[in-house]
């Protein structure tokens, strides 16, 4: 009864909320305005306004799953060697410790923190500034428990799927590629160069994501060699299984953003929407 209760705070909004799965790339794609930062702030006049947006960052690995639950979450600088003006950002977007505890009530397969430390990582605020300059939308991010495999992920993001019917935007925030010691420094201006292990694994991946084999990018070790390759470390790749696991099989899905950086990086990205 409890459950129900705290969720019913969140009120039906009588349609289905789209879901991402966001390559964020740089975190200079915060304040540049380049291809990707425009796409984002197309979806956020495309995309019904939310009643708020939940994001699962790559850069929020912890033991134990928490979402955060302060009024005010800080924007973090989790980076380094860039210039100034990026650190000097700040993206006052409210949290909202109600939805918080929602969510946390909602998840039923774990027992979820409120955490009143963290804030938003340039996972998140490097994306969601751009889709909601104006910072009025609650935001709220989930983390990462590093110590569970894939199938843990997918399985728990199937739990969030009654968010969609409340107004909350639900964002996987990665890449699917996402090799930082294979990157060609001296490619990252060339526009869309990608090593050929990672055009046929990105390939892969939309093909996978197309035909709604969910079973097969949960074992994405075992697509070989290129995915090996793209995915040395599954901090950047978790977060698409959250996405995933809202799929529904009615739902209709295409990409966004489909470009390659520096040979080893992509910033492909997916949007799930009800037909």
Partial sequence: ???????????????TMPVLFVGHGSPMNGIEDNEFSRYWA???KEIPEPAAVLCISAHWLTRGTHITAMDAPRTIHDFGGFPKELFEVEYPA?????????TSDLIASTSVGLDHDWGLDHGC?????????????????????YDKPASYHYELGKELQALRKKGVLIMGSGNMVHNLRMVAWDKMSTPDFGFD????????????????????????????????????????????????????????????????????????SVKISAS
């Fill in 1 to 15: 009864m409890g459950r129900i209760k705290a969720f019913d705070k969140l009120k039906d909004t009588g349609y």
């Fill in 42 to 44: 197309k979806l956020g």
């Fill in 94 to 102: 409210p949290g909202s410790p109600e939805i918080a505890k929602s």
């Fill in 125 to 145: 605020w490097t994306v969601v500034r751009h889709m909601y300059p104006n910072a009025n939308i609650p935001v709220l991010q989930l983390s990462i428990d």
């Fill in 197 to 268: 292990w990672a055009l046929e694994i990105n390939e892969k991946f939309k093909q996978l994501i197309s035909a709604q084999d969910h079973q097969s990018l949960i074992d994405y070790q075992k697509l070989g060699q290129a995915a090996r390759l793209a995915v040395p470390t599954p901090d950047h790749y978790f977060p698409l299984l959250y996405t995933l696991a809202l799929q529904q099989e009615s739902d209709e899905v295409s990409f966004f953003n489909d470009r390659y950086v520096g040979g080893s990086l992509n910033m492909t």
